[in-house]
């Protein structure tokens, strides 16, 4: 249900996350949760993403995790991936979005209610306030800065380090067994991908794109921070831009090459479906083998889909079992303290973000609405058990209506 209802991009789902796995559910619990989102946020990928397989890893272990990751990112996938078909064949300017009109609103109400419920949690002392507010300002001005969130979370915890009042519980720490299988994978895949995508470039393999496009997606889900806000430019960068640079404009070599209205269009209509915003590489895929015959289309969605959510899962399932062990130690446990309250930052810049793009102050019925869709969306998960995807369904509705 979650997978089919999350819209609104990772800021929404965090909302949608709390009040159903929280909440209603009680999978976790809304302390838990918060370690999860700040645990992420130091990782490159995936991070909604890797929230959840988190939320499955703690129910039942690597194979509930593996599960609930394919649940999750399927629908969305496989949405992105016929729309690569549909682009294909009638054309990116036929496309109309404005059923999903109310979606941002909705998606800016679900972030607010879980940056307030996470301030009353995490933000409790004088240091934190600070952390929260610096984080929240800076975030704001440099949002689309990839490395501002690793960087502000390490600068958290080292803050709330200069103070010896927070200790762990006392106990003792036995020397844990690391597990590098998941982390020697990665680093596998990632080589082995390399080396085949190179060679097939300068050997000039008759479906060389396959390989340069498994290459391309798995580097992307290894590097970048910042979610999709960060993916869509590199993706612009990769097979918009460079391919149309001097040393291959007059040249006939065989790589990918993707018109900045079809990759916009995919980058429009990610935010108004369900799930992931990484599924945009499903469409990418598909439009980047669209000439290569309706197979070589559709296996280009699949590379898209496995290769860019791989190294998130890998990377997860690798360090989360590390980090249990070290947060027991003082300097990681104070730490929890500032990143924590990083990650309340991050929520209100971001909401803050999504705001400029959302017309409340003028005097006319969309800044009406999308107002009282904001306000009711936080009313409801506050103080109703009225569920996430009722709420969404109610959103549509009145896109559609108005």
């Known amino acids: 249900m979650h997978s089919v209802t999350a819209f609104g991009g990772p800021q929404g789902h965090l909302g949608m996350v709390?009040?159903?796995?929280?909440?209603?559910?009680?999978?976790?619990?809304?302390e838990e949760l918060i370690e999860y989102v700040s645990f992420c946020q130091m990782l490159p990928g995936a991070s909604s993403t890797q929230v959840l397989t988190l939320i499955g890893y703690k129910r039942g272990g690597v194979p509930l995790a593996v599960l609930t990751l394919i649940i999750w990112i399927l629908p969305a996938c496989i949405l992105m991936g016929i729309l690569s078909f549909l682009v294909t064949g009638i054309g990116a300017d036929n496309l109309t979005t404005s059923v999903f009109q109310f979606i941002q609103p909705m998606a800016i109400g679900f972030l607010a209610y879980a940056a307030i419920m996470a301030f009353r949690i995490a933000v409790n002392n004088p240091i934190t306030q600070i952390?929260?507010?610096?984080?929240?300002?800076?975030?704001?001005?440099?949002?689309?800065?990839?490395?501002?969130?690793?960087?502000?979370?390490?600068?958290?915890?080292?803050?709330t380090n200069f103070s010896s009042k927070r200790i762990p519980?006392?106990?003792?720490?036995?020397?844990?067994?690391?597990?590098?299988?998941?982390?020697?994978?990665?680093?596998?895949?990632?080589?082995?991908?390399?080396l085949l995508s190179e060679t097939a470039r300068k050997q000039d393999w008759p479906h060389r794109k396959a390989?340069?496009?498994?290459?391309?997606?798995?580097?992307?889900?290894?590097?970048?921070?910042?979610g999709g806000d960060v993916l869509i430019p590199m993706m612009l960068d990769q097979y918009v831009?460079?391919?149309?640079?001097?040393?291959?404009?007059?040249s006939k070599q065989n790589i990918i090459r993707i018109e900045r209205s079809e990759l916009l269009t995919?980058?429009?209509?990610?935010r108004a479906i369900p799930g992931p915003?990484?599924?945009?590489?499903?469409?990418?895929g598909g439009i980047a083998l669209k000439d290569e015959g309706k197979l070589q289309q559709l296996l280009g969605c699949i590379i898209g889909s496995v290769a860019i959510f791989l190294p998130s899962a890998l990377l997860i399932l690798f360090f989360f079992p590390v980090w249990q062990y070290f947060k027991k130690f003082v300097v990681v446990y104070?730490?929890?303290?500032?990143?924590?309250?990083?990650?309340?930052?991050?929520?209100?810049?971001a909401t803050l973000y999504l705001l400029k793009d959302v017309s409340i102050t003028h005097l006319n019925m969309v800044s009406i609405f999308n107002i009282f869709v904001i306000a009711g969306t936080i009313a409801a998960l506050r103080f109703s058990k009225i569920p996430a995807p009722f709420i969404v369904l109610v959103c549509l509705l009145l896109g559609l209506i108005f």
């Open 241 to 250: 831009a460079r391919p149309r640079a001097p040393k291959f404009i007059d």
């Open 266 to 270: 995919g980058a429009g209509i990610v």
């Open 334 to 349: 104070r730490a929890l303290e500032g990143i924590n309250a990083v990650v309340v930052g991050l929520m209100w810049a």
């Open 18 to 30: 709390m009040k159903t796995f929280v909440d209603r559910r009680r999978d976790v619990t809304k």
């Open 211 to 226: 390989y340069n496009l498994f290459e391309n997606f798995y580097r992307f889900g290894s590097f970048v921070f910042g």
């Open 131 to 159: 952390i929260m507010l610096v984080t929240m300002g800076v975030t704001y001005l440099l949002f689309k800065t990839p490395w501002i969130f690793p960087l502000l979370i390490f600068m958290g915890g080292a803050a």
């Open 169 to 194: 519980e006392k106990e003792k720490i036995k020397p844990r067994q690391i597990r590098w299988t998941n982390i020697w994978l990665f680093a596998l895949v990632f080589v082995v991908a390399g």
């Open 277 to 284: 915003v990484f599924s945009i590489a499903s469409f990418t």
